[in-house]
């Protein structure tokens, strides 16, 4: 495991905090569907049958007027209690005060994107099921990967097609549990018969959906155990993805690491972190290199941090902990002196207690050959 950095009073009281919290809300599952028509409402009814077979109270508060499988979606609805929508057939909306009124233990929501009328309280279908949340209800809700804001420009490129709502990705990360609605086989076979669609494109496109939504719903796994180690005042966060972070200094072969750690981390949707910790006395050769550096990581779409410590290692360790790194890149010189013999350089002291985290040693670039951590 990683290093364990132990909790501050006002992070122990922030534990409690959440704890409690967790225990007033009611719990959030999604289906994700990652192309229209895959069959996610059905999916989220039927979850809601099961659920009411095993003596849950469960209503409906929501449903979408048509679908693949609406047929199918209406013999389900036969045996719930449907609490009926407000506005129009063109703008309906959640009656929240009527399902706080009924206070069902599960409140079943089709279609999670949806934007509310004019006049009501909240603007969008995603902030009342917060509000049913926050009030105890637990909610089984369903939303296409188009209506997520932060994905849109991927998705859009990808299915060439826009649309006006969205739901936050912080809100989705939320999730208590998320559940992909996978495209049939025969989904393919369906929309090539449509004029003009090639079923290899159509795979093609459902593929780099589906690895979108793959690594969301990733995201609101890594969310979930991040909230429970905070719950447990535990501050390692271990995470699900790769999280590279590269350490530079005048004397690294930083923009090797950089090019590396990006890569890396595109390669298994990961994070890419670059960190500077500050020293004193550098000369202005040196101070030039170190900006550059910075700018390359932002060039890179890294997360840039500059710390400043006594202790570079244990500034490195601390960091690493908290943001759940996974891999930690260093430059190391090739030049070893009489004192390593007895002590452990920076480099080996930060190998030998970043328990549980890889750490990558790059040579210095040739035109340098001292070690310098820090």
């Keep these: 495991m990683g290093q364990t950095v132990r909790p501050t009073p006002e992070q122990l009281l922030k534990a409690v905090e959440a704890q409690e919290r967790s225990a007033r809300r009611g719990r959030l599952k999604i289906f994700l569907g990652y192309a229209s028509g895959v ?20 209503v409906v508060a929501a449903t979408q007027p048509s ?14 209690e449907v609490i009926p929508a407000t506005g129009d057939a063109e703008h309906p909306a959640i009656n929240v005060p009527a399902v706080l009124r009924r206070r069902p233990q599960v409140c079943l929501i089709d279609g999670l994107a949806y934007e ?11 902030q009342d099921v917060e509000e ?34 969205s739901v936050p990705e912080a809100f989705i990360r939320t999730a208590d549990e998320i559940e992909i609605v996978d495209a049939p086989p025969e989904y393919c076979v369906n929309r090539s018969g449509e004029k003009g669609v090639d079923p290899a494109e159509v795979e093609r496109k459902l ?5 979108i939504a793959l690594v969301l719903a990733a995201d609101v796994v890594d969310h979930q155990l991040e909230e429970y180690l905070h719950q447990q005042g535990i501050q390692q966060v271990y995470g699900t993805h790769e999280r590279i972070l590269v350490c530079v200094t005048p004397r690294s072969n930083a923009s090797l690491m950089i090019h590396r750690g990006r890569r890396q981390a595109d390669r298994f949707h990961g994070d890419l972190y670059v960190l500077y910790v500050q020293q004193g006395g550098l000369d202005s050769e040196d101070q030039k290199v170190i900006d550059a550096n910075l700018e390359a990581a932002r060039q890179a779409h890294a997360h840039v941090e500059i710390l400043d410590g006594d202790d570079p290692v244990e ?28 002590k452990a350089n920076p480099v080996e002291r930060l190998i030998m207690e970043a328990k549980g985290i890889d750490v990558r040693v790059f040579p210095h670039e040739p035109a340098h050959n001292e070690l310098q951590l820090a």
């Design 132 to 165: 049913l949340l926050n009030a105890g209800i637990s909610v089984v809700t369903s939303i296409n990967l188009q209506y997520v804001t932060e994905k849109q420009p991927e998705v859009e490129a990808i299915r060439g097609k826009k649309v006006a709502e």
């Design 39 to 58: 069959g996610k409402s059905f999916r989220m009814f039927d979850e809601g049958r099961r659920r009411k077979i095993r003596g849950q109270d469960v």
């Design 315 to 342: 500034l490195i360790l601390r960091f690493a902990a908290e943001h759940g790194i996974t891999q930690i890149f260093v430059g190391h010189s090739q030049q070893r002196g009489w004192l390593s013999r007895w």
């Design 116 to 126: 509310n009328p004019p006049g009501s309280k909240n603007q969008n279908r995603w």
């Design 67 to 80: 679908g693949s499988q609406a047929s199918e979606i209406e013999q389900l609805l036969r045996g719930f």
């Design 207 to 211: 593929s780099e959906l589906r690895e």
